[in-house]
């Protein structure tokens, strides 16, 4: 089970996030973190970035494709 697990999971790193959601760099970090400035850029359900290395963070790729889901089906029902 666990090696089943394991190569199910893939990571993404910035530039394939961003290749994949169409975002910014500044776009993805702003979607992360409360902003007063810009509170219309926060995005409580956007994927979290996990721990990868000393200076280097990536994301869950089936929680990236789960969002992008949300916001495709949340556009249709407009």
Do not use: H
């Amino acid at each position: 089970m666990a090696t089943k697990l394991a190569e199910s999971i893939r990571i993404l790193r910035r530039k394939q996030l961003e290749e994949k959601t169409g975002l910014s760099r500044s776009g993805i970090y702003a979607k992360l973190k409360p902003n007063p400035k810009r509170p219309n850029d926060y995005d409580p359900t956007f994927p979290k970035p996990i721990s990868v290395g000393a200076k280097a963070v990536g994301w869950v790729e089936s929680e990236v494709d789960a969002w992008l889901e949300l916001k495709i089906k949340n556009s249709r029902e407009v």
